[in-house]
């Protein structure tokens, strides 16, 4: 079974610049999840989709953020334009809604430095 | 909301020797999962755990959902043991379900 990928593996870019992280889960999976990690703490949920439709944005910074997963499989999350504090890994992680719901799957994540 | 705190932040061990983490959250969960990330920053399921005890070679879990925390035993650590830990919890909030990751406890077993 492949796992959750992501690309790209890493991303430098300047600041006020945008930047797009595509994520595509494992195969069956309704629910797909991206996380940011800052240098030192835990991930923190941005955005949250089942099928196509938002379960949980709250988190998501919405002035420069946004994210979409067009037909419910693959999903892009997008930063326009990038600050500084934007420099994480930007995680990606999937789970089904039947057998162990809930059960999460990451991928290997993009690393971001804003600069 | 839900907080989850795990402890110790930080262990050194010498490589063969067993280790406790812990991981307390503040109220009722769905689900409980343990992760190992590497040293490449891949997140590694360990165990999904809602309650009960797993096993898994050297590793094993317990969660005691009533009381509130889960615990993670590592069994004659080995080098590649060397990572972050973390738990995440899973609480229904304002109708959704919510994900919370820990803290992390930094983990770093010596030759």
């Known amino acids: 079974e492949a796992g959750v990928a992501q690309s790209p593996r890493y991303k430098i870019i300047e600041k006020r610049q945008s930047v797009a992280f595509w994520c595509n889960p494992i195969s069956g999976h309704a629910t797909l999840y991206w996380y940011q990690q800052i240098l030192g703490q835990g991930p923190k949920l941005l955005i949250q989709?089942?099928?196509?439709?938002?379960?949980?944005d709250s988190q998501l910074p919405k002035d420069r953020f946004s994210a979409e997963r067009l037909k419910g499989v693959d999903s892009t999350l997008k930063i326009q334009p990038a600050k500084l504090e934007d420099s994480a890994v930007y995680l990606c992680?999937?789970?089904?809604?039947?057998?162990?719901?809930?059960?999460?799957?990451f991928g290997p994540g993009t690393r971001l430095t804003v600069t | 909301g839900i907080q989850v705190e795990q402890s110790p932040p930080d262990l050194i061990l010498q490589e063969g020797a067993n280790s406790t983490l812990r991981c307390n959250f503040s109220?009722?969960?769905?689900?409980l999962q343990w992760f190992h990330q590497n040293p490449w920053g891949q997140l590694i399921n360990l165990f999904y755990i809602p309650s009960g005890t797993k096993q898994n070679g050297r590793l094993s879990a317990t969660t005691v959902a009533t009381e509130r925390y889960s615990l993670l035993y590592i069994s004659s650590s080995q080098t590649t043991d060397s990572g972050v830990y973390f738990c995440?919890?899973?609480?229904?909030?304002?109708?959704?379900?919510?994900?919370?990751f820990g803290t992390g406890t930094r983990l770093k077993v010596l030759a």
């Open positions: 995440a919890v899973v609480g229904r909030l304002s109708g959704t379900y919510k994900y919370i």
């Open positions: 992680a999937s789970s089904s809604v039947g057998g162990r719901p809930y059960e999460q799957y």
């Open positions: 109220d009722s969960v769905n689900n």
């Open positions: 989709f089942q099928n196509n439709g938002v379960v949980d």
